[in-house]
């Protein structure tokens, strides 16, 4: 299996190249912060990142300002960056179900008891 780390890095530090633009000029132009584009390109920067939904935007926002494809650059930071899964787990049940069956039987005895008080 091939590695694509960094791909997206690669991808992005070419285009900027292209665009002959400095990673200042398109924080400027775009408003993304310059270290969220630097970690973007594999840089180290000691820097807090935003929520992944944020950078997928910042991403979108810098292939079109780099005008290299969005779905492509998306498709890879997906590849590169997985999202994590999660899963649910439910608490323990706080009785049983013997216990809930025993429970329901006595509220039905006991309604049936009133009921056959009222009516006799």
Not at 91 to 103: H, T, W
């Amino acid at each position: 299996m091939a590695t694509t780390k960094g791909r997206l890095a690669e991808k992005l530090r070419k285009a900027i190249q292209e665009s002959n633009v400095s990673v200042d000029e398109l924080a400027a132009r775009t408003k993304i912060p310059r270290s969220t584009i630097r970690a973007l390109l594999d840089e180290p920067v000691s820097a807090l990142l935003p929520e992944r939904v944020y950078l997928r935007g910042h991403l979108s926002i810098l292939a079109r300002e780099l005008e290299i494809d969005v779905r492509d650059t998306q498709d890879l930071f997906e590849l590169e960056n997985p999202e994590p899964r999660t899963i649910d787990v439910l608490p323990p049940p706080r009785f049983s179900p013997n216990a809930i069956a025993v429970a329901a039987a006595i509220g039905g005895i006991a309604v049936f008891l009133i009921v056959l008080v009222l009516v006799v």
